[in-house]
C-alpha cells in the first residue's frame, strides 16, 4: 500500500476512554484496556493503523455506510494479525469476531442486520454493531475467497488510490466492485444479499482452528469430574482464554468456576479482555465471588465494549439493583458516549 500519511504515534488515554481507539489521523487515541502485559492485544493497533486507509483515506459518505469504514479495518487487521503472527493466530481473531457477529445478529433488529443501514432521525452511533464491524469483514472474506487473494489484493489497491481524498457510499463501493472485479472475472456471488438483508447469508466464510479445538476438548475433558489436570493453558493466548471461558456451559456450577478460578486467579486477571469475559460467565452463572472485583472494572473501566455485556449480564440474572448501586458509583466516571447507552440499558435516570 502506499505510504500517504506519514509517521503515526498512539497516546494511551485513561481508562474512562469508552472506545478501543480512535483513529485520527498520524495521533490514534487508545483505551489502556489493549496493554496486557504480553502484547497480547496488539491487533487493536493494527486496526487503528488500518483506519490510515479504510476510515482516513477513504471515507464513508454518511453513516448509513459505516461498515465500509470498520468492515475494511477489522478485514485488514486480520490480514496484518496473519502476516505478523501466522494463520492459526488469525483465525482465532476471525472465530472470536464470528461469536461476536452471532451475537450482535441475536441482539440487533432485522432491519440493523443490514451492511447498509437506515439510520435515518436515529442516533449514528446506534449503528456501532458487530455487524460494521464483523459481518463487513465476512463480507469482504468471502469476496477475497471467490475472487483469490491476489486479484482481491490488487483490486484493493485500486480502489484505495483511485478514491484517496474522497468519500464513498454503498452504492459507489458496489458499482466499482461489479466494475473493476466481479463482472471482468464473472465471479457470481450474492453482493445484495450481505449489503441488504438481515442475517449471516450462508456462503459467510467458515473458520476453523486447531487451537480452539484443543481448548474445547480440554474443557470436555475437564468435564463433570472437574478434573483440572487436563486443562493445561502455558502456551495459550489472551484468544484461547477467551474462547475457553465463552465454551463454558452456562449450566457449569459454581463449584466448578471455583475450581477453575482458585488454580488460574481469573477473578484477579489484569487482562481487561480475560476479566470481563469471566465476569460475564460469573455473572450469568450466579458465581458472586466475583462480586467486589467486578465493582472495581466497573468503577475503573469506561469502555463500552466491555461496560454493556458485564451490565447487560446484570441486568438479564435478575440483578438489575446490583448493576445500579454500582452504576451510581462508577458513572461520573464514564464518558457520555458510555454513560447514555449504560442509562438506557439499565432505564436509569438521574434523579
Ligand atoms: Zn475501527
Not at 441482539?107 to 442516533?123: G, M, V
Not at 471482468?184 to 450474492?190: K, L, R, T
Not at 484443543?214 to 470436555?220: F, G
Not at 487436563?230 to 456451559?249: A, G, K
Amino acid at each position: 500500500m502506499v505510504r500517504i500519511f506519514g509517521d503515526v504515534d498512539i497516546i494511551v488515554l485513561p481508562p474512562s476512554f469508552p472506545f478501543g481507539g480512535m483513529e485520527n489521523p498520524r495521533l490514534t487515541f487508545a483505551t489502556p484496556t489493549i496493554i496486557a502485559g504480553d502484547r497480547s492485544l496488539v491487533s487493536l493497533v493494527a486496526h487503528e493503523l488500518a483506519h490510515s486507509w479504510s476510515g482516513n483515506l477513504v471515507t464513508n459518505s454518511t453513516w448509513n455506510d459505516f461498515w465500509l469504514n470498520e468492515g475494511f479495518t477489522v478485514y485488514f487487521e486480520r490480514r496484518i494479525m496473519e502476516d505478523m503472527y501466522g494463520k492459526d493466530y488469525a483465525d482465532m481473531l476471525a472465530i472470536l469476531g464470528y461469536q461476536d457477529l452471532i451475537r450482535s445478529i441475536d441482539e440487533e433488529s432485522k432491519a440493523d442486520q443490514a451492511l447498509k443501514l437506515k439510520l435515518k432521525r436515529r442516533h449514528p452511533d446506534v449503528g456501532m454493531t458487530d455487524i460494521a464491524y464483523e459481518k463487513g469483514c465476512f463480507f469482504l472474506k468471502m469476496i477475497e475467497e471467490a475472487s483469490g487473494r491476489e486479484l482481491f489484493d490488487s483490486f484493493l489497491k485500486n480502489y484505495f488510490l483511485e478514491h484517496k481524498f474522497q468519500t464513498i457510499n454503498t452504492e459507489e463501493f458496489v458499482n466499482y466492485l461489479n466494475e473493476k472485479l466481479l463482472i471482468p472475472n464473472q465471479i457470481a456471488v450474492n453482493v445484495e444479499e450481505w449489503i441488504y438483508e438481515s442475517g449471516i447469508p450462508s456462503n459467510c466464510p467458515v473458520v476453523e482452528s486447531k487451537n480452539f479445538t484443543s481448548v474445547e476438548e480440554q474443557l470436555a475433558a475437564f468435564g463433570s469430574e472437574n478434573n483440572l489436570d487436563e486443562i493445561n493453558p502455558l502456551d495459550w493466548s489472551t484468544h484461547e482464554w477467551l474462547h475457553f471461558i465463552r465454551s463454558m456451559p452456562e449450566d457449569f456450577s459454581n463449584k466448578q468456576l471455583e475450581i477453575i478460578d482458585s488454580r488460574f486467579q481469573l477473578t484477579q486477571s489484569g487482562n481487561c479482555e480475560i476479566a470481563c469475559a469471566w465476569f460475564e460467565k460469573s455473572i450469568r452463572c450466579n458465581y458472586e465471588a466475583i462480586d467486589q472485583n467486578l465493582e472495581k472494572f466497573l468503577v475503573r473501566v469506561g469502555r463500552r465494549k466491555f461496560l454493556t455485556p458485564l451490565y447487560r449480564a446484570l441486568k438479564e440474572s435478575d440483578h438489575l439493583n446490583r448493576a445500579i448501586e454500582i452504576y451510581e458509583k462508577a458513572r461520573p466516571n464514564y464518558h457520555h458516549v458510555s454513560s447514555h447507552t449504560i442509562d438506557e440499558l439499565l432505564g436509569y435516570s438521574k434523579s
